[in-house]
């Protein structure tokens, strides 16, 4: 939680965001006390999550990913799942699960969840393991206060590779050991399109 704050920081003298937000990955196992199965899951502080997509314009804006109530957090223990992982569950809306993830320390560690909503993925390979969680439920599970990455919704895209060098750079002078990425850097997506693209117009001008 110390290095958190102390990246906020640094990106608050660095930048003027729109916005700053941390989320954690994690993935064991859920169970519904009869069967279990992996699951993978994103966990973000819900009303950070919902400012970011509230921000969306166009046909983005008007998509509703999921069905349900929205993650709260107040309500740590409500959750989302995919619809994939919902039926291998046998899962319904008011469902009850257990979540069972190793800690930092090494143990296992369980918590008692609620299946609040069916969550949308844009990934196939995801929608029969996706968990959306609550940052301090994630927290609670891992038994540990930080975070595994630190968004950052700048106002100009043009700034993206100059904000990233100098950022890396800041960090890196105080011996912080983190990775400054841009979006594209790690969009799957994104990348994939982009190569395709490539591919076709090198076809074409050949």
């Known amino acids: 939680a110390g290095d958190i704050s102390v990246i906020r920081r640094e990106i608050m003298e ?3 965001p729109i916005m700053i937000y941390k989320t954690l990955y994690l993935s064991c196992l859920v169970s519904n006390g009869e069967f279990s199965t992996i699951f993978v899951s994103l966990a973000a502080v819900p009303s950070e999550f919902y400012a970011v997509q509230a921000m969306a314009t166009g046909m983005l804006a008007r998509i509703r990913y999921f069905d349900g109530a929205e ?3 107040v309500t740590p223990d409500g959750i989302g799942i995919g619809r994939g992982l ?3 569950l046998n899962s319904q809306l ?6 069972l993830v190793p800690t930092i320390h090494g143990q296992i560690n369980t918590k008692d969840a609620r299946v609040i909503q069916f969550s949308d ?4 390979l995801l929608d029969d393991k996706l968990v959306l969680m609550p940052m301090s439920l994630a927290q609670d599970l891992l038994m540990y206060d930080g975070a595994l990455r630190v968004h950052v919704l700048l106002k100009n895209e043009k ?3 100059s904000i990233q060098q100098r950022l890396s750079s800041r960090l890196d002078k105080i011996g912080l050991n983190v990775s400054v990425f841009t979006w594209r850097d790690i969009s799957p997506f994104y990348n994939k399109v982009e190569s395709m693209f490539h591919v076709i117009f090198s076809f074409i001008f050949l």
Do not use: F, H, P
Not at 121 to 124: A, L, N
């Open 14 to 16: 660095t930048v003027d």
């Open 71 to 73: 993650l709260g957090d």
């Open 86 to 88: 919902a039926y291998k």
């Open 94 to 99: 008011g469902s009850s699960l257990v979540l």
């Open 121 to 124: 993925t844009t990934q196939e």
């Open 159 to 161: 700034e993206l590779n």
